[in-house]
């Protein structure tokens, strides 16, 4: 049985202020306890990694975990500006989101560095969140699944076996930020297909890998999406920048 897994991804937003406030009342909103088999995390921009961190520690919020929103596709040396996985290992990361299409569109990502990416948090002992997704005119011509299961494909031809202990995150392109959620139906029948594109490689694998649906997820449409059968959670951009959502839709 896989887990229902909600997060967080907050992209460039934050201060330590806000994030203080933030931490404090989803420590108040999950004290009460949490639908039991659920995972929940967020990605924090870097920058607030140690101090998102410590607070999770203090008010021993024991339901939420830390993750990245990216790291290096190096291990270590001179590669100015980047972060290696040792690095947010050592921060108390337990997830590394890679190839998310803010990433593939603003610094040209293709999917070999994506597969590099999730080698180096694979090999540091934590769990990669591989985006795939399409664009509105790959959608609009009838190429989404051949688009999404070649980016799928990409990966198992590089991860292999070790695909089994990564998360797949479809997040068609045109949902995100633009307050047009895919309907459950669309994104069950995209992940239906990412979960056959794998079974092509391995039975197992395949029905192991978690594959978390992102894009315009709000505590209105949770409940639907993820009562998918193929729908294994969500990765949750504006609305997890709300503590309030953000705990609807952990419960959801
Ligand atoms: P939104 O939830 O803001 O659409 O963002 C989705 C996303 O990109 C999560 O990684």
């Known amino acids: 049985m896989r887990p229902l897994i909600v997060i967080g991804n907050w992209k460039m937003h934050g201060s330590l202020a806000s994030n ?42 024991a339901f ?9 596709s190096q291990g270590s040396g001179a590669y100015t500006g980047e972060v290696s996985a040792a690095m947010l290992k050592e921060l108390g990361c337990q997830y590394v989101i890679v190839g998310h299409s803010e990433r593939r569109q603003l610094h040209h990502e293709v999917d070999e560095v994506v597969a590099a990416k999730a080698l180096q948090v694979l090999d540091s002992g934590m769990t990669p969140v591989i985006c795939v997704g399409e664009t509105a005119d790959e959608r609009n011509s009838g190429r989404a699944e051949e688009i ?23 997040e068609p392109v045109w949902a995100i930020g633009t307050g047009k959620v895919a309907s459950a139906q669309v994104a069950q029948d995209m992940h239906r297909a990412i979960r056959l594109r794998l079974a092509e490689f391995d039975e197992d694998v395949a029905s192991h890998v978690g594959i978390l649906y992102g894009g315009s997820v709000k505590p209105d449409n949770a409940v639907e999406l993820f009562a998918m059968p193929d729908i294994d959670g969500g990765l949750v951009g504006g609305a997890s920048l709300n503590p309030q959502d953000f705990l609807a839709i952990c419960q959801a």
């Open 20 to 61: 203080q406030d933030w931490l404090k009342s989803v420590a108040r909103g999950m004290q009460s306890g949490m639908p039991a088999g659920r995972k929940f995390a967020i990605c924090p921009p870097f920058a607030y990694l140690a101090q998102c961190g410590s607070l999770i520690k203090e008010h021993a919020i």
């Open 64 to 72: 939420l975990s830390l993750g990245a929103q990216d790291v290096s």
């Open 148 to 170: 999404v299961c070649a980016q799928v494909a990409k990966q198992v031809s590089v991860l292999q076996d070790r695909l089994a202990d990564c998360l797949i995150a479809y």
